[in-house]
Structures are given as C-alpha cells and as structure tokens.
C-alpha cells in the first residue's frame, strides 16, 4: 500500500523532515495530531472505494489494520475514547452503514480504547467528493456537536479519507468545545489537499 513519507504532525500533508507544515503554522487545526496510514493512491483508493460505496464491509478488517499499525508505530500515548465521524441521516440509510463507525469498531477492538457516540451531525452537508477547499470548508462549518461533555478527555476521530482537513476539523472543534484536552484524528488515507481556488 501507499505508504505516508515525511508529513506534517497536526494534518498528514507532505512536510519535509515531518515538521509542522506552514499551512497549519499560520492557521492550526483544532486536532493535536492526524495520523494517517497510507496516501490515497493506488491500490488504497479502490480498496477504500469498494469499501465506501461498494459494500464491502470485509475490508473494515485490513482498513482498521493499517490504522493501528500506524498509530502503534507513531507510538504516542492511547486516547481515553475513539468517536466515529458521523455520517449524514440520508447518505447512512441509502449506503446501509456508516465506513468510519465500521472501522472505528474494529481499532477500538484492537486497541481495546471504548468507542463511544461522542458526535452528532447537527445539520446535513452535501457530499464533500469533488468539491474545492472553501465549499467543503463552508460543507461542514456547524455540522456537528457533541454528545454530552468529554472534560479532559483525549479522543482520537476515526475515519476513511482526509482529504483538505475540513471534516475532521468541524468534528475536533465540536470536540474542544466539548472540553476534550487532546483531539487527534486517525484516518486511513491521506490525499494531497485541494489548491484553494
């Protein structure tokens, strides 16, 4: 698989030497630390499609593998809890399962680290596929809140694909404001984020 080089620590984007990127200098994201597992190219990005959208759910398995065995080399210290990205009402009834929530089962079950629903989407976005950085920016500002508190709490979101941040960082800020001390998120693949247009 398509393994991550050298990335920065807050966001996973290509960073020489693996030092903070200058995108997430100027403007840090909510979460800590992104941990991604493999860059989405081929083969990683049929497997996660076929996953997605084509109903194979035994490829939670391999995908919860790769995510612990990347975060068991990062080697830092395990989150009290892990939260599935939450899925759309509408997108989760059509596709029948939510992709993050599967494979948050399965890590959680490795790592033996409680899954809990620590996320709601407040309000429904349109798919984030294809779009630039400012409409999936403007996607999920205010998509989520918190279930109940998470007071000094260090949680790590779980999902499939990172692609310009915007997700997990509507998820980590629902998170902070919920008084998580620690919010990392812990992804599959990590594509090369979107030029601004």
């Known amino acids: 698989m398509p393994r991550i080089g050298e990335s920065c620590p807050r966001c996973a984007s290509a960073s020489p030497a693996g ?3 200058g995108a997430c200098l100027v403007a840090p994201p909510p979460q800590a630390a992104t ?3 493999w860059r989405y190219a081929f083969p990683a990005d049929r ?3 076929a996953f997605k959208y084509g109903g194979r759910l035994a490829f939670a398995e391999p995908l919860a593998d790769a995510i612990v065995a990347a975060v068991t080399a990062r080697g ?3 989150p009290d809890v892990l939260i599935a990205v939450p899925l759309a009402r509408s997108r989760q009834l059509a596709r029948g399962y939510n992709q993050a929530q599967e494979i948050a089962r399965r890590v959680s079950l490795r790592l033996g680290v ?4 620590g996320l709601r989407r407040i309000r429904d ?3 984030q596929a294809g779009s630039d950085l400012a409409a999936r920016a403007r996607n999920v500002r205010d998509a989520f809140a918190a279930v109940g508190r998470h007071d000094g709490l260090a949680v790590a979101i779980v999902d ?3 692609t310009t941040g915007a997700t997990l960082a509507a998820a980590a800020a629902a998170m902070r404001d919920s008084g998580a001390t620690r919010v990392e998120a812990w992804v599959v693949a990590r594509t090369p984020p979107p030029k601004a247009r």
Not at 114 to 117: I, K, R, S
């Open 47 to 49: 497997l996660l499609h």
């Open 35 to 37: 941990i991604a597992a």
């Open 19 to 21: 030092s903070t990127c």
């Open 125 to 127: 976005a349109p798919p």
């Open 114 to 117: 409680p899954l809990a629903t």
């Open 160 to 162: 499939d694909v990172m």
């Open 76 to 78: 830092t210290a395990a």
